[in-house]
């Protein structure tokens, strides 16, 4: 079993669309969570932490529940531009661990 | 964009082959770790360093080196190269070993024949 393991995707939503990414991790020792974002042909890039207490940022909400071992992802009011893969991440010790990545198409 | 800088950016070796990538770290940053991006899947965690020591290691064989130097700079060896180590490798730098913000080289993108 993978220790993340998110949504398979592709999620292709229209513009304004609100849409959820969900991922689960299998050490119940994890200490912290993320979620990164990487763009076509580039790098990873931190989109946000996500704390016990739920998170938000802007157009984008991150939730986690420790006792189901389950974070989510949730971005209202899509733009074309948040076209990308979403990376589910958790922190085992000194080991920052990458998901499989769900991506994100937003069309017109 | 992040000040970390990767070379080379592409190269094609053969297999048994020897490669040795290289990384500079952010100003400042004293942690660097190496990934392994295979095409639709998620970076995989080679090693860290830290201060110049391994700092933790991910699922690599011993063929997979690392070096720290004082400067912080980075290098991934790779030896007996085979056609399953065709990637891309993703050096990151961060302040220290434990925080959750990594900032990202572009990557080399190694094709092994």
């Known amino acids: 079993r993978k220790e993340v393991e998110q949504d398979p995707g592709p999620f292709n939503v229209p513009e304004g669309a609100t849409v959820a990414f969900n991922c689960t991790y299998s050490?119940?020792?994890?200490?912290?969570f993320f979620w990164y974002r990487q763009d076509c042909r580039k790098e990873p890039k931190l989109l946000m932490s996500v704390y016990s207490s739920g998170n938000e940022d802007g157009r984008f909400t991150a939730q986690l529940n420790r006792a189901s071992q389950y974070i989510s992802l949730l971005i209202r009011d899509s733009k074309l531009s948040d076209s990308a893969t979403y990376l589910c991440v958790v922190r085992n010790t000194d080991k920052l661990i990458f998901g499989t990545g769900t991506r994100l198409q937003v069309f017109p | 964009e992040t000040g970390v800088t990767q070379s080379p950016t592409h190269l094609i070796k053969t297999r048994g082959q020897q490669v040795t990538l290289r990384c500079s770290s952010q100003?400042?940053?004293?942690?660097v770790s190496w990934y392994q991006q295979a095409l639709g899947q998620g970076p995989q965690f080679i090693f860290q360093?830290?201060?110049?020591?391994?700092?933790g290691r991910g699922n690599f064989p011993p063929r997979f080196s690392g070096l720290q130097f004082p400067n912080y700079s980075s290098e991934l060896n790779v030896n007996a190269l085979e056609l399953d180590d065709s990637a891309l490798y993703l050096c990151a730098s961060s302040l220290g070993p434990r925080t959750g913000e990594l900032f990202f080289g572009e990557g080399s993108r190694l094709t092994v024949l």
């Open positions: 100003s400042g940053h004293n942690t």
């Open positions: 360093y830290y201060r110049e020591e391994e700092n």
């Open positions: 050490n119940s020792a994890s200490q912290s």
